[in-house]
């Protein structure tokens, strides 16, 4: 099989609704105990619609002193004031008042996150923006149905003595609050559920490349009622105001999605005063096809696994384990759909894959792909961008590789599937572990038992079978091994933002 060229035509971006061009126009602020304020930090940071390259807004870098006073804020809304009397289902109302807001706006909204990560304005009004709202409106559930236990002690006092002993959560605090660029508006929102649930206060930091959604999202929360300083928004670099917030002794928990490499340097700075830390990680998703199939359908499932948002989702399908006997078939078909996939700017109706978030971004792709082509691997679909004004990538399939090849071990984070083939179900189980991630994994077969003995194998906080990035606000999520710690989501994913405190009283 021979590298296809590229095919691809690719739209010019549409103009902008005018309530998005003023958005646009705002200054550069910070929200700060529920007031948008001029960032203390100098640096401005360039908003680029990665479709056509442009710059189209600016957002302010925040220093280690707007860190200090949204931190304040933060505390001092936790420790005292209106929210830290309000009853769970008050908060449940403001939650419910905020998911109102922004189904409101929620076409504004998904034209918002279309253009500022490129995403196609189709899949925003899909999935970003109604997952969005699901995460406040599931986690609301929870302010009112926290509880704890009470249990029977063996404790020895004086005669006579009894004890009454129970456990109650509490909200762990202020939470500093690290996101990516992959899903903005959707990774705030996940986010901050939890923290408004259970009463505990957030300074969120959306990623330097996306952050109006998460600036619009502070208007409507603002516009909800939520009492000053319970979210306190400031965008700015990793490396000033995300590292400022790391550091900052007051911050009692992080909440951090992105990278490995981060996550590892974040969970070192909160060792100085024992913050608690989530982390949801990189990851290298196995996608493993068993003989029984048709081959057609789990090709263009495998092919969304991989491909959906442009490859840039933590538990995108990278790489496939396809059964021997229907590998070609099945390499075949993800390459069918690759190329058939219409790639444009996210403000085309049309589009299917969007550009990737940044140069950045592309440039580490494509040198992945460079670096697979070096190391001998062969590239049957894409392999390489378009040629096009835009961040683009050509969404790729590559046979022929090894275990130990760069694109094989590292997340790529775009369009890039590698394919290998497999004979024995133990074999594959093997290798599908063989990589220091364990985010997710799915299964394709109707073969009940081969499926049932090769899940309890996955090293992976999620297994899918027949389907792939099926995430719900209900379902636990998180990691294995280097993808992370904790989990997200669910009952575990509210518990994470509490302390569990024991009472042991003698009566
Ligand atoms: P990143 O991990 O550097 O950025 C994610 C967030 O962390 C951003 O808000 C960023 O400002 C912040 N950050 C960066 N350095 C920090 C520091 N020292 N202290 C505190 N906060 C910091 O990810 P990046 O550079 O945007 O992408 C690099 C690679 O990371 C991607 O190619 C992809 O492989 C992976 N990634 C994984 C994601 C996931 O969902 N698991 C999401 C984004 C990136
Ligand atoms: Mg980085």
Redesign the pocket.
Known sequence: MNAVPASHTIAEQPALSSALAKFLERKPRLLVNGEWVEAHGKGRIPVIDPATERRIAEIADADAQDVDRAVRAARAAFESGPWAGMLPDEREQLMWRLADLMERHAGELAELESLDNGKPIAMARLIDVPGAISHLRYMSGWASKLDGSTFNTSLRAAPGTKFHTYTVREPVGVVAQ?????FPLLMATLKLAPVLATGCTSVL?????TSLSALRLGELIVEAGFPPGVVNILT????S???A??AHPDVDKIA????????K??NI?ATATLKRVSL????KSPVIVLPDVDPRAVAAGAAQAVFFNSG???VAGSRLFVQRRIFDQVVAGVSEVSRSIVMGPGLDEHTQMGPLVSQ??RD?VLSYLQSGRKQGATIVAGGDAPGHKGYYVNPTVIVDVKPDMKIVRE???GPVLVAQRFDELEEVAAWANDTPYGLAASIWSNDLRAVQRLVPKIKAGTVWVNCHSMIDAGMPFGGYKQSGFGREQGRAGVEMYTELKAVCMAI
């Open positions: 690290i996101i990516p660029w992959n930091k959306p990623a330097e490349q700015g670099l990793g490396e105001t995300g590292a917030l790391v951090f999605t992105g990278s490995t490499e981060v996550g340097l974040i700075a949801e990680l990189g990851g840039q989702i933590c950045e971004q580490r997340e790529i984070f």
